[in-house]
């Protein structure tokens, strides 16, 4: 009997439709449009702007996507998992409620937080849960309303995130398709350059804190820089050697969308062409847990069976990883 591998079978995602673009930024904050594409590669991001309406609403909308395009039966799903830094309350599961809003009934949830390493390690966790051989159906979802908690009056932060969600459908195959090999990392010493600190267990919200701003994410753009350009190189190169794999074998990296310059430094590490680079920070900016599944649904055709495709991902806690992954299907 063939070992069993968990692969993607299919992909969703949705983007808010306001869109705030650099130009826009301009009047807000002392940027300038040619100042944030030169250092970032951002033209535009999607913003959720409706009243009352948080993570579950951007993870429904994707996985509603996937279920159209699918055809599924949200019967037929096993697991419920939204990986996401912005959850939609404290206590309340942002999963249970996703899974219940679509229809998926029976199916067990939980949220999963690594900062904007989230999906990759969702893809680590729903990997596990399929080759376990007990479920068989498994919907992981990155979403984030990153709006929510960002402050428009501070051009380190504002002009970076973005909202949006992708969702992708986890399923057994048994032609050695889907996760092949893993490398995942975190040191908590990072938390210190990359945090949105009040409003958690240690620092909880008060009034004054609040006027202050405190409840807003903080970020040491250039120590974050840094640590993100050396470990998701390293690691996407590390897995690489590890599987005995060259530039030539890979057919696509997949990396998490923060910085341009950050995606290119990855690709340089490991000798990869600019076309076999999948990118669409200009679009969205960085959608934190949404990077990776937004990726896979704006190139999903071009992504062919036995497609070679490398992931790599950085994020707060520090976290980090990468995944070499083998695509299932012709879309």
Request: with cysteine; net charge negative.
């Amino acid at each position: 009997m063939s070992k069993i591998t968990a692969a993607i079978t299919a992909v969703g995602g949705y983007v808010p439709d306001f869109v705030l673009t650099n130009k826009i930024l301009e009047t807000m904050v002392e940027t300038n449009d040619e100042w944030i594409t030169s250092r970032t590669g951002i033209k535009e991001r999607r913003i959720l702007k409706e009243e009352g309406k948080g993570t579950s609403y951007l993870a429904i909308k994707a996985a509603e996507n996937l279920i159209q395009k699918k055809g599924l039966d949200p019967k037929e799903i096993d697991l419920v998992i939204v990986c996401t830094a912005s959850p939609d309350m404290k206590a309340a599961s942002t999963a249970a409620y996703t899974a219940t809003e679509i229809g998926a009934v029976n199916a067990f949830s939980f949220d999963l937080e690594a900062a904007c390493s989230s999906f990759l390690f969702g893809m680590s966790t729903a990997t596990a849960y399929i080759e376990s051989g007990r479920y068989k159906k498994i919907l992981l979802i990155g979403a984030d309303k990153n709006s929510s908690f960002i402050d428009y009056k501070d051009r380190a932060t504002c002009i970076i995130f973005g909202d949006g969600a992708g969702a992708v459908l986890f399923e057994p195959n048994e032609e050695g398709l889907g996760l092949q090999d893993e490398l995942l990392r975190s040191n908590g010493e990072g938390r210190d350059f990359l945090q949105a600190t009040y409003g958690g267990s240690s620092y909880p919200i008060t009034k004054e804190t609040f006027d202050e701003g405190k409840h807003y994410v903080f970020q040491d753009g250039k120590t974050v820089f840094k640590n993100a350009v050396f470990n998701m190189a390293d690691v996407a190169e590390k897995i690489m050697k590890r599987n005995d794999l060259t530039n030539d074998d890979i057919s696509w990296l997949a990396a998490h969308q923060a910085n341009k310059r950050i995606i290119d430094a990855t690709a340089n590490r490991i000798n990869l062409e600019e076309d076999k680079v999948l990118m669409n920070i200009e679009k969205y900016g960085n959608t934190t847990s949404a990077t990776l599944p937004l990726l896979l649904f704006d190139f999903e055709s071009k992504l062919k069976k036995g497609d070679k495709i490398i992931f790599a991902a950085f994020g707060g806690g520090f976290t980090w990883g990468s995944i070499y992954f083998k695509w299932a299907y012709n879309s």
